[in-house]
């Protein structure tokens, strides 16, 4: 059973352009979320996104970054516009869901460079 | 508020000796509680966790951790210390109310001398 996948695994984006990232969740997950890690810091929750609803996106930046899970094909997060503060780790990990939506599974994270 | 805290930014151990990361946290109820590792330029592996039942976990890797509730801590531990070791050990919580969300600490670096 292959694991949490992201890519690209490395990103880079000059200032002012669009940056996308995918994760593919575990077979049989249907819940996903996004973490960003800036550097020397912990991860920090952004979204949770089940099948076309996003449940939680409390710490989602307010513009700029947005996220979608569709019923068909990777969840994706999206930052247009990108920033040199943008420059982060972002995590994406899945689980079952319903009451074990405890038990997250991490993806190898994609690290976007903004020059 | 809720909140993770590991209040060791740094540790440096000889290969071979044992080992301690501290967390507390804090929140209204005991939350489900994680270790996690991450190597440089890798992704974060899930050491071990606690759900309820006995205090003392035992995780990969040799890794235990023990909760202690009076304390609201769940510690890290492991006997002899491998250079493989080396790597950032992040302790991270889950409500178990609105479990949609992992809150992690700052993370703890480990240095380990040959």
């Known amino acids: 059973n292959a694991g949490v996948m992201q890519n690209p695994r490395h990103l880079v984006r000059r200032r002012g352009q669009e940056a996308r990232l995918r994760c593919s969740p575990m077979k049989g997950h249907s819940h996903v979320y996004w973490y960003r890690q800036l550097p020397e810091e912990g991860l920090k929750f952004m979204v949770y996104l089940q099948k076309e609803n996003i449940i939680d996106e409390s710490g989602m930046p307010k513009e700029r970054f947005s996220a979608e899970f569709p019923k068909e094909g990777p969840s994706i997060l999206r930052i247009q516009q990108v920033v040199r503060g943008d420059s982060a780790a972002y995590f994406c990990?899945?689980?079952?869901?319903?009451?074990?939506?405890?038990?997250?599974?991490f993806g190898p994270g994609t690290r976007l460079t903004v020059t | 508020a809720q909140s993770v805290t590991q209040p060791d930014i740094h540790i440096t151990v000889s290969e071979g000796a044992s080992l301690e990361l501290r967390c507390n946290y804090s929140y209204g109820a005991t939350p489900y509680l994680f270790w996690y590792v991450q190597s440089p330029g890798q992704g974060l592996q899930l050491l071990l966790k606690?759900?309820?039942?006995?205090?003392l976990v035992q995780g990969i890797k040799g890794f235990e951790a023990e909760f202690k509730r009076s304390q609201s801590s769940f510690n890290l531990r492991k006997p002899s210390v491998h250079w493989s070791d080396a790597a950032e050990y992040f302790c991270?919580?889950?409500?178990?109310?609105?479990?949609?969300?992992?809150?992690f600490g700052p993370g703890t670096s480990l240095s380990v001398i040959p």
């Open positions: 990990a899945s689980s079952p869901g319903r009451d074990r939506r405890y038990e997250q599974y």
């Open positions: 606690y759900f309820s039942g006995d205090t």
């Open positions: 991270a919580v889950v409500s178990r109310t609105s479990y949609d969300k992992v809150i």
